[in-house]
């Protein structure tokens, strides 16, 4: 009689798991700009509120100019892409057309008050037309295939996490709408950097939730 012993299955090894979870994150921030671009990207909204709030909205006019100036060259020095580079500078300028006309600071804000409310509207419109945007907009980077949307799992993940990005984007106006009424320009620019980081979780979270879409676990051994 011979005594035969089962060797254990070997602990389940985690490595990739860990890695595709801080590739999401890692590549999320880097969408974002990464700690720099989102300081860059913050500094002409800073300037104008601080400088408005210390000595009234013509200096804040003063310090938009030159923060959206040196932001814009670091951009381009960042070698980031010269047309977000522009699109930067040109938001800028069109809220300080909008607060230059009103003569009120917290009118900076308004174009921004009201995008949430047209993104909200699009990403819903793409859920129901069954392109959901964070699979157009993520969906390369999860290693998906090019006709995902043939994917019931994957049209399913992108779907949800598209979504999230409404609920997101009507909490964000519902927010904006408070405080640009009750004449609250630091909130409105806190609220804003905010949205950057928020977006780059969406895009984490959506990376995180195609992976076993992407790369379906391989079955066990048959049981004998």
């Given at each position: 009689m011979t005594n035969e012993t089962t060797a254990s299955p070997p602990p389940e090894d985690r490595?990739?798991?860990?890695?595709?979870?801080?590739?999401a994150v890692r590549g999320a921030l880097e969408r974002s700009g990464g700690p720099i671009g989102i300081a860059v990207a913050a500094a002409p909204t800073v300037a104008?509120?601080?400088t408005d709030a210390l000595?009234?909205?013509?200096?804040?006019?003063?310090?938009?100019?030159?923060?959206?100036?040196?932001a814009f060259g670091v951009r381009l020095a960042r070698r980031e892409s010269v047309r977000a580079a522009l699109v930067g500078l040109a938001v800028a300028a069109a809220c300080a057309v909008v607060a230059a006309?009103?003569?009120?600071?917290?009118?900076?804000?308004?174009?921004?008050?009201?995008?949430?409310?047209?993104?909200?509207?699009?990403?819903?419109?793409?859920v129901v037309v069954r392109r959901p945007l964070t699979g157009t907009l993520f969906?390369?980077?999860?290693?998906?295939?090019?006709?995902?949307?043939?994917?019931?799992?994957?049209?399913?993940?992108y779907s949800i996490t598209t979504l999230v990005a409404v609920a997101i984007?009507?909490?964000?106006?519902?927010v904006?709408?408070?405080?640009?009424?009750a004449d609250q320009p630091a909130v409105l620019a806190a609220v804003q950097i905010a949205a950057?980081?928020?977006?780059?979780?969406l895009a984490a979270a959506t990376l995180l939730a195609a992976r076993p879409a992407v790369h379906p676990a391989a079955p066990g051994p048959a049981a004998v």
């Open positions: 490595t990739d798991e860990t890695v595709s979870v801080a590739s104008f509120v601080v000595g009234g909205l013509t200096w804040a006019f003063l310090a938009l100019a030159g923060t959206a100036s040196a006309v009103s003569g009120e600071a917290r009118a900076f804000f308004l174009l921004p008050t009201l995008l949430p409310a047209v993104l909200m509207l699009v990403f819903l419109g793409s969906n390369g980077m999860a290693g998906g295939p090019r006709d995902w949307r043939q994917h019931s799992a994957l049209l399913r993940v984007h009507a909490v964000n106006f519902a904006r709408i408070v405080f640009y009424l950057g980081p928020v977006f780059a979780a």
